[in-house]
Protein backbone atom coordinates (compact mmCIF):
# COMPACT_ATOMS: atom_id res chain seq x y z
CA UNK A 1 0.00 0.00 0.00
CA UNK A 2 2.70 2.56 0.76
CA UNK A 3 4.76 1.71 -1.84
CA UNK A 4 1.30 2.57 -4.43
CA UNK A 5 1.11 5.75 -2.67
CA UNK A 6 4.51 6.57 -3.11
CA UNK A 7 4.41 5.80 -7.03
CA UNK A 8 1.45 7.87 -7.50
CA UNK A 9 2.79 10.88 -5.42
CA UNK A 10 5.91 10.19 -7.44
CA UNK A 11 4.16 10.74 -10.75
CA UNK A 12 1.62 13.81 -9.65
CA UNK A 13 5.13 15.44 -8.44
CA UNK A 14 6.55 14.48 -12.33
CA UNK A 15 2.93 15.78 -14.36
CA UNK A 16 3.35 19.32 -11.54
CA UNK A 17 6.98 19.82 -12.80
CA UNK A 18 6.21 19.51 -16.56
CA UNK A 19 3.00 21.57 -16.70
CA UNK A 20 4.98 24.25 -14.65
CA UNK A 21 7.66 23.84 -16.49
CA UNK A 22 5.82 23.94 -19.92
CA UNK A 23 4.42 27.17 -18.67
CA UNK A 24 7.32 28.85 -17.82
CA UNK A 25 8.36 28.11 -21.57
CA UNK A 26 5.53 29.99 -23.02
CA UNK A 27 5.58 32.72 -20.88
CA UNK A 28 9.00 33.39 -21.52
CA UNK A 29 8.23 32.57 -25.51
CA UNK A 30 5.52 34.74 -25.25
CA UNK A 31 7.21 37.71 -23.75
CA UNK A 32 10.26 37.06 -26.16
CA UNK A 33 8.16 37.42 -29.28
CA UNK A 34 7.01 40.62 -27.75
CA UNK A 35 10.21 42.56 -26.86
CA UNK A 36 10.95 41.23 -30.36
CA UNK A 37 8.36 42.97 -32.01
CA UNK A 38 8.46 46.22 -29.41
CA UNK A 39 11.89 46.21 -30.73
CA UNK A 40 11.73 46.16 -34.36
CA UNK A 41 12.48 49.78 -36.17
CA UNK A 42 11.65 50.74 -39.34
CA UNK A 43 14.13 51.83 -42.11
CA UNK A 44 14.46 55.76 -42.67
CA UNK A 45 13.43 55.24 -46.46
CA UNK A 46 10.07 52.80 -45.42
CA UNK A 47 7.40 55.18 -45.62
CA UNK A 48 9.08 57.05 -48.72
CA UNK A 49 9.38 53.88 -50.81
CA UNK A 50 5.51 52.53 -49.57
CA UNK A 51 4.64 56.25 -50.95
CA UNK A 52 6.49 56.64 -53.88
CA UNK A 53 4.36 57.65 -56.86
CA UNK A 54 5.70 56.28 -60.49
CA UNK A 55 7.93 58.34 -62.62
CA UNK A 56 5.84 60.73 -65.18
CA UNK A 57 9.03 61.34 -67.30
CA UNK A 58 11.51 58.48 -68.21
CA UNK A 59 14.67 59.00 -70.34
CA UNK A 60 15.94 56.04 -72.04
CA UNK A 61 19.56 55.98 -73.56
CA UNK A 62 20.22 59.67 -74.79
CA UNK A 63 16.33 60.43 -75.33
CA UNK A 64 14.44 62.45 -72.92
CA UNK A 65 10.46 63.48 -73.61
CA UNK A 66 9.85 66.84 -74.21
CA UNK A 67 7.07 68.62 -73.13
CA UNK A 68 6.10 72.32 -73.78
CA UNK A 69 5.55 74.72 -71.69
CA UNK A 70 1.84 74.86 -71.80
CA UNK A 71 1.32 71.78 -72.28
CA UNK A 72 -0.33 69.71 -69.66
CA UNK A 73 0.30 66.48 -68.85
CA UNK A 74 -1.28 64.99 -66.19
CA UNK A 75 0.93 63.79 -62.72
CA UNK A 76 0.30 60.07 -63.31
CA UNK A 77 1.05 60.17 -67.24
CA UNK A 78 4.09 57.90 -68.32
CA UNK A 79 6.26 59.42 -71.06
CA UNK A 80 8.87 57.69 -72.09
CA UNK A 81 12.00 57.56 -74.85
CA UNK A 82 11.39 59.95 -78.29
CA UNK A 83 8.07 61.50 -77.19
CA UNK A 84 7.24 65.27 -77.72
CA UNK A 85 4.20 67.25 -76.57
CA UNK A 86 3.77 70.01 -78.62
CA UNK A 87 1.86 73.75 -77.60
CA UNK A 88 -1.14 74.03 -76.12
CA UNK A 89 -1.66 69.56 -75.90
CA UNK A 90 -2.40 68.17 -73.40
CA UNK A 91 -2.22 64.01 -71.85
CA UNK A 92 -4.70 62.84 -69.03
CA UNK A 93 -4.80 61.11 -66.41
CA UNK A 94 -3.14 57.33 -66.78
CA UNK A 95 -2.16 57.46 -70.33
CA UNK A 96 1.24 56.14 -71.65
CA UNK A 97 3.22 57.20 -73.99
CA UNK A 98 6.49 54.83 -74.92
CA UNK A 99 8.21 56.00 -77.56
CA UNK A 100 11.09 53.22 -76.93
CA UNK A 101 11.24 52.22 -80.63
CA UNK A 102 10.40 55.00 -82.51
CA UNK A 103 9.50 58.85 -82.63
CA UNK A 104 5.66 59.76 -81.33
CA UNK A 105 4.81 62.99 -81.57
CA UNK A 106 1.37 64.98 -80.05
CA UNK A 107 0.62 68.33 -82.09
CA UNK A 108 -0.39 71.76 -80.86
CA UNK A 109 -4.05 71.97 -79.36
CA UNK A 110 -4.43 68.23 -79.78
CA UNK A 111 -4.74 66.22 -76.57
CA UNK A 112 -4.55 62.26 -75.14
CA UNK A 113 -7.32 61.30 -73.24
CA UNK A 114 -7.40 59.01 -70.23
CA UNK A 115 -5.92 55.49 -70.00
CA UNK A 116 -5.07 55.91 -73.71
CA UNK A 117 -1.56 53.64 -74.65
CA UNK A 118 0.06 55.08 -77.59
CA UNK A 119 3.47 53.42 -78.73
CA UNK A 120 5.50 52.50 -82.01
CA UNK A 121 6.91 50.06 -83.45
CA UNK A 122 10.29 49.75 -85.00
CA UNK A 123 9.36 49.79 -88.96
CA UNK A 124 5.97 49.05 -90.60
CA UNK A 125 4.78 45.88 -92.84
CA UNK A 126 3.42 48.76 -95.02
CA UNK A 127 6.22 50.39 -95.95
CA UNK A 128 4.87 53.88 -94.26
CA UNK A 129 6.65 55.37 -91.31
CA UNK A 130 6.47 53.71 -88.44
CA UNK A 131 6.23 56.39 -85.94
CA UNK A 132 3.02 57.66 -84.45
CA UNK A 133 2.32 60.83 -85.55
CA UNK A 134 -0.86 63.18 -84.01
CA UNK A 135 -0.91 66.63 -85.73
CA UNK A 136 -2.60 69.18 -84.60
CA UNK A 137 -6.64 69.75 -82.96
CA UNK A 138 -6.69 65.99 -82.83
CA UNK A 139 -8.71 64.50 -79.91
CA UNK A 140 -7.94 60.96 -78.82
CA UNK A 141 -10.53 59.25 -77.33
CA UNK A 142 -10.21 57.73 -73.70
CA UNK A 143 -8.95 54.05 -73.90
CA UNK A 144 -7.85 53.87 -77.24
CA UNK A 145 -4.25 52.37 -79.06
CA UNK A 146 -2.10 54.15 -81.21
CA UNK A 147 0.38 51.74 -82.86
CA UNK A 148 2.71 53.27 -85.22
CA UNK A 149 0.05 55.51 -86.91
CA UNK A 150 -0.14 58.76 -88.60
CA UNK A 151 -3.41 61.13 -88.17
CA UNK A 152 -3.45 64.10 -89.57
CA UNK A 153 -4.93 68.00 -88.52
CA UNK A 154 -8.26 68.29 -87.43
CA UNK A 155 -9.63 64.56 -86.80
CA UNK A 156 -11.53 62.32 -84.32
CA UNK A 157 -10.48 59.13 -82.55
CA UNK A 158 -13.46 57.73 -80.56
CA UNK A 159 -13.10 55.70 -77.35
CA UNK A 160 -11.82 52.57 -77.12
CA UNK A 161 -10.59 52.67 -80.72
CA UNK A 162 -7.50 51.11 -82.06
CA UNK A 163 -5.60 52.28 -84.97
CA UNK A 164 -2.38 49.33 -85.89
CA UNK A 165 0.76 50.01 -87.50
CA UNK A 166 1.03 52.40 -90.88
CA UNK A 167 -2.58 52.98 -90.64
CA UNK A 168 -3.66 56.50 -91.58
CA UNK A 169 -6.42 58.45 -91.04
CA UNK A 170 -6.20 61.56 -93.23
CA UNK A 171 -7.54 65.94 -92.45
CA UNK A 172 -10.63 66.48 -90.95
CA UNK A 173 -12.05 62.43 -90.73
CA UNK A 174 -13.80 60.85 -87.52
CA UNK A 175 -13.44 57.48 -86.21
CA UNK A 176 -16.34 56.77 -84.07
CA UNK A 177 -15.90 54.81 -80.95
CA UNK A 178 -14.71 50.76 -80.67
CA UNK A 179 -13.61 51.01 -84.23
CA UNK A 180 -10.67 49.26 -85.08
CA UNK A 181 -8.07 50.12 -87.89
CA UNK A 182 -6.19 47.38 -89.55
CA UNK A 183 -2.52 47.70 -90.40
CA UNK A 184 -2.23 49.84 -93.64
CA UNK A 185 -5.66 51.00 -93.89
CA UNK A 186 -6.50 54.57 -95.20
CA UNK A 187 -9.11 56.86 -93.87
CA UNK A 188 -9.92 59.52 -97.02
CA UNK A 189 -10.13 63.16 -95.81
CA UNK A 190 -13.80 64.01 -94.44
CA UNK A 191 -15.46 60.79 -94.09
CA UNK A 192 -17.02 59.11 -91.46
CA UNK A 193 -15.62 55.45 -90.94
CA UNK A 194 -16.70 52.71 -87.71
CA UNK A 195 -16.73 49.00 -87.05
CA UNK A 196 -13.94 46.00 -86.26
CA UNK A 197 -12.81 46.67 -89.11
CA UNK A 198 -13.25 49.97 -89.99
CA UNK A 199 -15.76 50.87 -92.74
CA UNK A 200 -16.72 53.85 -94.37
CA UNK A 201 -20.39 54.99 -93.23
CA UNK A 202 -20.66 58.36 -94.96
CA UNK A 203 -19.36 61.62 -95.93
CA UNK A 204 -19.02 64.56 -92.90
CA UNK A 205 -20.75 67.72 -94.06
CA UNK A 206 -19.54 70.57 -93.75
CA UNK A 207 -20.67 71.94 -90.46
CA UNK A 208 -19.36 68.60 -88.71
CA UNK A 209 -16.04 69.35 -89.81
CA UNK A 210 -15.72 73.07 -88.46
CA UNK A 211 -16.95 71.22 -85.18
CA UNK A 212 -13.29 68.89 -85.08
CA UNK A 213 -11.31 71.78 -84.09
CA UNK A 214 -13.56 73.61 -81.98
CA UNK A 215 -13.70 70.01 -79.30
CA UNK A 216 -9.98 70.39 -79.57
CA UNK A 217 -9.83 73.70 -78.24
CA UNK A 218 -12.40 73.19 -75.61
CA UNK A 219 -10.49 70.70 -74.42
CA UNK A 220 -7.65 72.87 -73.91
CA UNK A 221 -9.35 75.24 -72.35
CA UNK A 222 -10.38 72.46 -69.97
CA UNK A 223 -7.19 71.53 -69.46
CA UNK A 224 -6.08 74.98 -68.13
CA UNK A 225 -8.27 74.47 -65.41
CA UNK A 226 -6.37 71.80 -64.19
CA UNK A 227 -2.83 72.83 -65.42
CA UNK A 228 -3.10 75.50 -62.34
CA UNK A 229 -3.47 72.72 -59.95
CA UNK A 230 -0.45 71.14 -60.54
CA UNK A 231 1.92 74.27 -60.22
CA UNK A 232 4.45 73.86 -57.45
CA UNK A 233 2.02 74.89 -55.21
CA UNK A 234 -0.97 74.70 -57.06
CA UNK A 235 -4.15 76.97 -56.24
CA UNK A 236 -4.01 75.59 -52.32
CA UNK A 237 -2.43 78.20 -50.82
CA UNK A 238 -5.50 80.30 -51.23
CA UNK A 239 -7.74 78.55 -49.13
CA UNK A 240 -5.06 78.30 -46.43
CA UNK A 241 -4.78 82.08 -46.56
CA UNK A 242 -8.42 82.95 -46.12
CA UNK A 243 -8.27 80.13 -42.84
CA UNK A 244 -5.88 82.15 -41.66
CA UNK A 245 -8.11 85.48 -42.19
CA UNK A 246 -10.56 83.68 -40.72
CA UNK A 247 -8.59 83.00 -37.83
CA UNK A 248 -7.22 86.61 -37.85
CA UNK A 249 -3.94 85.26 -37.92
CA UNK A 250 -1.93 88.18 -40.63
CA UNK A 251 -1.07 86.38 -43.71
Known amino acids: MATTLARIARNSLTTNTAFSLNRHFVTEAVAAATASTKSITPSADRVKWDYRGQRQIIPLGQWLPKVAVDAYVAPNVVLAG????????????????????????????????????????????????????????????????????????????????????????????????????????????????????????RTLTHEETLEIPKLAVAINDLSKTHFSEFLPHSTVYLEVEEFKKKLGIKV
Open 82 to 201: QVTVYDGASVWNGAVLRGDLNKITVGFCSNVQERCVVHAAWNSPTGLPAETSIERYVTIGAYSLLRSCTIEPECIIGQHSILMEGSLVETRSILEAGSVVPPGRRIPTGELWAGNPARFV
